[in-house]
């Protein structure tokens, strides 16, 4: 019901409304963009994507139907401009071991990619609800108390089932050696 | 907010794999964007004669967006309100803004902002003038004055209301005059069963009136699918309001069942059915059991006498316990950022709590930080939050602490009058505290031990040691048969115990015709 007031507002042309959207589905467009644009994405092209989500959502706004989450629209919406900017960028010729932005080289983001690839697959390899718990808060930006209700968690339950899920993948990244244990990739 | 994926990463020590924007970062970008492809409208009067005063409204909109605070300022607004100087980061999450709005040619009703517990309702309201006679007509009272009399008039013909005054000028003068406070925010009461009240604060908008409004719904309600209706009672319900209440502050709720000593003294049973804890209540129900003797609490339901069976605690992390009176319970009804209120409402609904059960439901004065809340307890058992199994309360001290005891006053001189500065009986009153008592005759002194702390007291003297250090009582000790009378003020001071006086009729009727006969004390344990 709050989402169809929002809704409502944005229609009536309440921009407070866009704002308080913007706040709620940041992190989550953030989340949805980066995994289009590939590892590591400027900050600047990450930005203007997820903005450019929002002004899409503002003048289609009086298309919207009420008793339906923007959620939905909005991923589909960054996926589709992030992979438009994607085709835009001029093709790369020589990549520099270290991008003058300050983003990790081909080397280091290749070391990168294998730990977040490890990460996601202990995170799937949880038991349930453990497993759409992390899927959902981490992945998916859902707030807790939606997730852990969707699981039939109460908060305080949910909350320690990702402390301990956190200590669990802590323990399996780490190994005994306290540094990452990256596995092998081809 | 932050973003969940880089707590985690940072958690873990991982570098991250996207960098994490800023939410305001991508409002303003958006909102310059906005404000480069779309300037505010200005609108045209709609009547001939009566000037449209929007403009000045969308431009306070439009600047309170550009500054990109509105928002947050409506949260911060609510929860200074009503839990002032209190921690409310876990309430943040759950304050609603944004929400409805209703709109006539001559007024605008905004719902600011809203919290939902479960069981009480928190909210800002703004109404708005829309026309210049509209705006005249708030500010000045006289809509209202006039509009409070014809909801006054129907409140007396559809439900008998008979506080009718004498003539219509006795309710709209002083409202006029700013004399006569009145709930001008309500609504339908008669689906709870609790009570609210409205208060008005300084306007957020230019031309517009805004009320802070409190409803208590009596039981713990949690989660519905209807919307709560509100609408000021000059206006009417055409303009109500609706604010969602099916987002409420997440409980931490148990499903015991499991049959308690309600008062052990007494041997009173119950099935502790349901217990729900919010940042701001605990709501437990309890269920009869076995024959609750009559008169024992069955007549004169005065809360005091009730007190026993809604004695439960709450333990915080540090193992130190959280009782109603620590948690702000006093035996008024709340207000506004100020008190808290335990009530009892019997199953059945029943004026004189026969029914089969009992609602008990505490609000809190602030707000409780509930990761720091282990366990509650109540009736000899603990219950763990995170829904493992209860254990008994092992302390026999703790579990006899609970509840409530009489504090005999001194009788001394000649006459045995009763000088009510003094608590006799230090031994008895140690036993009644489960403390630890001891007493050196030949010096006349008694150390007692309770809750950690070591008191030392000496009979004629005014100055007490708590683990050593001197603390000067405002009157002395003094010997009372074998053991020793201290002043009620150190009960108060040091032991943080709530003393209730108690009176019975004097024998010669002078002043009230009462004389007082001793206390109730009531633990605070924290």
């Given at each position: 019901?709050?989402?169809?007031?929002?809704?409502?507002?944005?229609?009536?042309?309440?921009?407070?409304?866009?704002?308080?959207?913007?706040?709620?589905?940041?992190?989550?467009?953030?989340?949805?963009?980066?995994?289009?644009?590939g590892?590591?994405?400027?900050?600047?092209?990450?930005?203007?994507?997820?903005?450019?989500?929002?002004?899409?959502?503002?003048?289609?706004?009086?298309?919207?139907?009420?008793?339906?989450?923007?959620?939905?629209?909005?991923?589909?919406?960054?996926?589709?401009?992030?992979?438009?900017?994607?085709?835009?960028?001029?093709?790369?010729?020589?990549?520099?071991?270290?991008?003058?932005?300050?983003?990790?080289?081909?080397?280091?983001?290749?070391q990168?990619?294998?730990?977040?690839?490890?990460?996601?697959?202990?995170?799937?390899?949880?038991?349930?609800?453990?497993?759409?718990?992390?899927?959902?808060?981490?992945?998916?930006?859902?707030?807790?108390?939606?997730?852990?209700?969707?699981?039939?968690?109460?908060?305080?339950?949910?909350?320690?089932?990702?402390?301990?899920?956190?200590?669990?993948?802590?323990?399996?990244?780490?190994?005994?050696?306290?540094?990452?244990?990256?596995?092998?990739?081809? | 907010?932050?973003?969940?994926?880089?707590?985690?990463?940072?958690?873990?020590?991982?570098p991250?794999?996207?960098?994490?924007?800023?939410?305001?970062s991508v409002?303003?970008?958006?909102?310059?964007?906005?404000?480069?492809?779309?300037?505010?409208?200005?609108?045209?009067?709609k009547?001939p004669?009566?000037?449209?005063?929007?403009?000045?409204?969308?431009?306070?909109?439009?600047?309170?967006?550009?500054?990109?605070?509105?928002?947050?300022?409506?949260?911060?607004?609510?929860?200074?309100?009503?839990?002032?100087?209190?921690?409310?980061?876990?309430?943040?999450?759950?304050?609603?803004?944004?929400?409805?709005?209703?709109?006539?040619?001559?007024?605008?009703?905004?719902?600011?902002?809203a919290?939902?517990?479960g069981?009480?309702?928190?909210?800002?309201?703004?109404?708005?003038?829309?026309?210049?006679?509209?705006e005249?007509?708030?500010?000045?009272?006289?809509?209202?004055?006039?509009?409070y009399?014809?909801?006054?008039?129907?409140?007396?013909?559809?439900?008998?209301?008979?506080?009718?005054?004498?003539?219509?000028?006795?309710?709209?003068?002083?409202?006029l005059?700013?004399?006569?406070?009145?709930?001008?925010?309500?609504?339908?009461?008669?689906?709870?069963?609790?009570?609210?009240?409205?208060?008005?604060?300084?306007s957020?908008?230019?031309?517009?009136?805004?009320?802070?409004?409190?409803?208590?719904?009596?039981?713990?309600?949690?989660?519905?699918?209807?919307?709560f209706?509100?609408?000021?009672?000059?206006?009417?319900?055409?303009?109500?309001?609706?604010?969602?209440?099916?987002r409420?502050?997440?409980?931490?709720?148990?499903?015991?069942?499991?049959?308690?000593?309600?008062?052990?003294?007494?041997?009173?049973?119950?099935?502790?059915?349901?217990?729900?804890?919010?940042?701001l209540s605990?709501?437990?129900?309890l269920?009869?059991?076995?024959?609750?003797?009559?008169?024992?609490?069955?007549?004169?339901m005065?809360?005091?006498?009730?007190?026993?069976?809604?004695?439960?605690?709450?333990?915080?992390?540090?193992?130190?316990?959280?009782?109603?009176?620590?948690?702000?319970?006093?035996?008024?009804?709340?207000?506004?950022?100020?008190?808290?209120?335990?009530?009892?409402?019997?199953?059945?609904?029943?004026?004189?709590?026969?029914?089969?059960?009992?609602?008990?439901?505490?609000?809190?004065?602030?707000?409780?930080?509930?990761?720091?809340?282990?366990?509650?307890?109540?009736?000899g058992?603990e219950?763990?939050?995170?829904?493992?199994?209860p254990?008994?309360?092992?302390?026999?001290?703790?579990?006899?602490?609970?509840?409530?005891?009489?504090?005999?006053?001194?009788?001394?001189?000649?006459?045995?009058?009763?000088?009510?500065?003094?608590?006799?009986?230090?031994?008895?009153?140690?036993?009644?505290?489960?403390?630890?008592?001891?007493?050196?005759?030949?010096?006349?002194?008694a150390?007692?031990?309770?809750?950690?702390?070591?008191?030392?007291?000496?009979?004629?003297?005014?100055?007490?040691?708590?683990?050593?250090?001197?603390?000067?009582?405002?009157?002395?000790?003094?010997?009372?048969?074998?053991?020793?009378?201290?002043?009620?003020?150190?009960?108060?001071?040091?032991?943080?115990?709530?003393?209730?006086?108690?009176?019975?009729?004097?024998?010669?009727?002078?002043?009230?015709?009462?004389?007082?006969?001793?206390?109730?004390?009531?633990?605070?344990?924290?």
């Amino acid at each position: 019901m709050d989402e169809q007031a929002l809704i409502r507002r944005l229609k009536a042309d309440d921009r407070q409304a866009l704002a308080e959207l913007i706040d709620r589905y940041t992190h989550y467009l953030t989340a949805v963009a980066a995994r289009a644009m590939g590892p590591c994405p400027a900050r600047e092209d990450l930005e203007e994507v997820v903005s450019d989500a929002f002004l899409a959502l503002w003048r289609a706004r009086a298309q919207l139907e009420e008793d339906r989450s923007p959620r939905p629209w909005l991923a589909v919406t960054a996926r589709n401009l992030a992979y438009d900017r994607l085709r835009s960028s001029r093709p790369t010729q020589e990549i520099p071991p270290q991008l003058p932005d300050g983003r990790p080289g081909p080397e280091e983001l290749a070391q990168r990619q294998a730990l977040h690839s490890q990460l996601r697959r202990l995170v799937e390899e949880m038991e349930e609800p453990d497993r759409s718990l992390f899927l959902g808060y981490y992945y998916e930006e859902e707030p807790l108390y939606r997730a852990a209700s969707r699981l039939g968690l109460n908060l305080s339950t949910a909350k320690t089932r990702l402390a301990r899920g956190r200590k669990r993948l802590r323990q399996a990244m780490t190994g005994k050696g306290g540094e990452f244990d990256v596995e092998p990739h081809a | 907010m932050s973003n969940h994926m880089h707590e985690l990463w940072g958690d873990l020590d991982l570098p991250p794999l996207y960098p994490q924007l800023d939410p305001e970062s991508v409002r303003a970008r958006v909102e310059q964007s906005l404000d480069a492809e779309q300037p505010a409208p200005v609108s045209a009067p709609k009547k001939p004669g009566r000037r449209r005063i929007r403009l000045a409204v969308l431009a306070a909109a439009v600047l309170a967006l550009t500054a990109g605070t509105a928002l947050a300022a409506h949260r911060a607004q609510l929860l200074e309100l009503f839990f002032p100087d209190s921690d409310t980061s876990a309430l943040e999450p759950y304050v609603q803004t944004a929400l409805d709005v209703r709109e006539t040619e001559d007024w605008r009703v905004t719902v600011n902002s809203a919290l939902y517990d479960g069981q009480s309702l928190y909210a800002v309201v703004t109404l708005q003038g829309l026309t210049q006679e509209a705006e005249e007509g708030l500010l000045s009272n006289e809509i209202v004055a006039e509009g409070y009399w014809d909801y006054y008039l129907d409140l007396h013909q559809t439900r008998g209301n008979t506080i009718l005054p004498p003539d219509r000028e006795g309710v709209v003068q002083p409202i006029l005059a700013g004399e006569m406070p009145v709930d001008l925010l309500v609504c339908d009461i008669d689906a709870y069963a609790g009570w609210y009240q409205s208060r008005e604060l300084e306007s957020s908008v230019p031309g517009g009136r805004t009320w802070a409004f409190q409803l208590y719904m009596g039981d713990y309600l949690g989660a519905r699918s209807e919307p709560f209706e509100l609408w000021f009672s000059f206006l009417g319900s055409q303009l109500s309001v609706q604010i969602p209440l099916n987002r409420p502050v997440e409980p931490i709720s148990l499903t015991p069942a499991l049959t308690v000593e309600a008062d052990w003294r007494l041997g009173l049973e119950g099935t502790l059915t349901d217990v729900s804890l919010t940042p701001l209540s605990c709501t437990f129900t309890l269920e009869r059991q076995g024959d609750w003797v009559q008169g024992e609490y069955l007549t004169n339901m005065e809360p005091m006498d009730t007190k026993e069976v809604q004695l439960f605690a709450l333990r915080r992390s540090d193992g130190t316990l959280l009782t109603p009176w620590a948690l702000g319970s006093t035996d008024t009804v709340s207000t506004l950022a100020d008190g808290s209120y335990v009530g009892l409402r019997d199953l059945a609904g029943r004026e004189d709590l026969s029914g089969t059960g009992l609602i008990v439901s505490c609000t809190f004065d602030a707000p409780l930080d509930l990761e720091d809340v282990t366990s509650f307890l109540y009736g000899g058992w603990e219950f763990p939050l995170d829904g493992s199994a209860p254990v008994p309360v092992e302390d026999p001290a703790l579990k006899e602490a609970f509840f409530p005891f009489d504090v005999h006053p001194l009788r001394s001189g000649p006459d045995r009058g009763i000088d009510p500065g003094y608590a006799s009986n230090l031994e008895e009153l140690c036993e009644n505290l489960g403390a630890g008592y001891r007493y050196d005759r030949p010096a006349r002194a008694a150390t007692v031990t309770w809750q950690g702390r070591t008191v030392v007291l000496t009979a004629d003297s005014s100055t007490a040691l708590v683990d050593g250090e001197p603390l000067e009582l405002d009157r002395p000790v003094v010997k009372d048969g074998l053991s020793l009378a201290v002043p009620v003020d150190l009960l108060t001071r040091i032991w943080d115990l709530e003393l209730e006086p108690r009176f019975q009729p004097a024998e010669q009727a002078e002043g009230t015709g009462e004389v007082l006969s001793g206390y109730t004390a009531y633990p605070a344990w924290s």
